[in-house]
C-alpha cells in the first residue's frame, strides 16, 4: 500500500507563491508517474501538472505554465509543485496522486490510483 501525504498549503496574497510537498511511503513505491489535482468546490477534480516518476517528463495544464514548476526527489520519495504567481482562480484543495497505470494519459485523472488527502490553497485578491 502507498501512503500519500502534502503538506505547504496556506493562505497567500496574489501574486505570492507556495511550496506544495507531497511525501510518499509504501513497501514498493515504484509509481510511473506523479501528479498534482485541484479541487475547488462544486468543481470536479482537474489535472494541474504530473512528472514521469524515472525519466522527469512534465506535463502541465496550460493555465499554470510559466507558473507552477512540479519535481521530484526520487531519493526522497517526494513531489513538489512550486506555484507562483498565484491567483484567487488557483484557490482549491490539491491533491497528490501517484499512478502505475501506464495504459493512461498522465493528464486522466481515472489513471491515478494512490491520493493524499489534500492539502487546501486560498489566495486572497
Known amino acids: 500500500q502507498v501512503q500519500l501525504v502534502e503538506s505547504g498549503g496556506g493562505l497567500v496574497q496574489a501574486g505570492g507563491s507556495l511550496r506544495l510537498s507531497c511525501a510518499a511511503s509504501?513497501?514498493?513505491?515504484?509509481?510511473?508517474?506523479m501528479g498534482w489535482f485541484q479541487q475547488a468546490p462544486g468543481k470536479e477534480r482537474e489535472f494541474v501538472a504530473a512528472i514521469s516518476w524515472t525519466v522527469g517528463n512534465t506535463y502541465y495544464r496550460d493555465s499554470v505554465k510559466g507558473r507552477f514548476t512540479i519535481s521530484r526527489d526520487n531519493a526522497k520519495n517526494t513531489v513538489y509543485l512550486q506555484m507562483n504567481s498565484l491567483n484567487p482562480e488557483d484557490t482549491a484543495l490539491y491533491y497528490c496522486?501517484?499512478?502505475?497505470?501506464?495504459?493512461?494519459?498522465?493528464?486522466?485523472?481515472?489513471?491515478?490510483?494512490?491520493w493524499g488527502q489534500g492539502t487546501q490553497v486560498t489566495v486572497s485578491s
Open positions: 509504501g513497501r514498493t513505491f515504484a509509481p510511473g508517474t
Open positions: 496522486a501517484a499512478s502505475n497505470r501506464l495504459s493512461y494519459s498522465a493528464y486522466d485523472v481515472r489513471g491515478y490510483n494512490y
